[in-house]
């Protein structure tokens, strides 16, 4: 469009016997609207400009695919990329790989195996491809079958796990005629009482002492010095040694349990 707002405007001037500033007013909107009308053209040619593409005009870049009664063309619809893998999955339909499409035919008319993959945790599973995957009763697990379909599993407590608990035992001395005060067995009975192992608590004035670190123990008297202490257990002969001596004025009581199989 030309350039209307370089062309000089027609408007009363200040010697004219008139008052130029009222009388010019709509001679201004008249011109305010032209400029308008002037820009929104040249928005719109530009458009046209950019929709002509390669083929120097709209016209013939349309005929290259449509038809005079706005129909597409045969040849521009073969020469479309067709190819599935230019579509997208629907609700009702979806792509398949030809790796995929290929493995359909593997699969039996009426086919009732299925593939099963157990997880020992949540990284690790043993796979069963196919054959026969059976089912046995353990210890604890024992499955029944109800029919037509129905697998459940009935949980028991092991025998092999049942044991005994004793708590705030007084320990004896190893050396019961010269105690040391350092080792001790769960009982005055010979062999001792063998505990499970990790199940050994003692506890010296009252303070429990561990097997792995070492904790400070008050003395039997206030005045006294407190103690690192530590322990060291043997479970199978009922056993345990202690880091430091005690001395007779102090309490040591023991927790432990033992296998009853």
Do not use: C
Request: aromatic share 8%; charged share 20%; glycine share 4%.
């Amino acid at each position: 469009m030309p350039r209307i707002e370089l062309i000089p405007e027609v408007l009363h001037g200040p010697q004219d016997p008139i008052h130029w500033e009222i009388d010019n007013l709509p001679l201004k909107a008249i011109i305010r609207r032209q400029n308008l009308i002037n820009l929104s053209l040249d928005n719109v040619l530009e458009q046209m400009r950019n929709a002509i593409g390669t083929q120097g005009s709209l016209s013939n870049r349309l005929n290259q695919s449509i038809n005079p009664d706005g129909s597409l063309k045969d040849s521009s619809i073969n020469n479309a990329n067709h190819s599935i893998e230019n579509h997208q999955d629907s609700d009702l339909y979806v792509r398949m790989t030809r790796q995929e499409s290929e493995k359909l035919t593997t699969v039996d008319e009426n086919a009732t195996d299925i593939r099963l993959e157990i997880y020992t945790d949540d990284s690790s599973f043993i796979e069963f491809p196919q054959g026969t995957l059976s089912i046995k009763p353990s210890e604890t697990v024992t499955p029944s079958f109800e029919s037509p379909n129905v697998v459940k599993f009935n949980l028991a407590f092991p025998s092999s796990v049942a044991h005994q608990h004793y708590y705030g035992m007084e320990p004896v001395p190893y050396n019961q005629v010269n105690p040391d005060f350092v080792n001790y067995k769960t009982s005055s009975a010979d062999p001792a009482i063998p505990y499970i192992e990790g199940s050994l608590r003692v506890f010296i004035n009252g303070m429990r002492i561990y097997e792995d670190a070492e904790v400070y123990v008050p003395g039997a008297l206030i005045d006294e010095a407190w103690t690192l202490m530590s322990f060291t257990s043997d479970p199978m002969n009922g056993l345990f040694s202690l880091s430091s001596a005690l001395s007779p004025d102090d309490i040591i009581r023991i927790d432990f349990d033992r296998n009853l199989l």
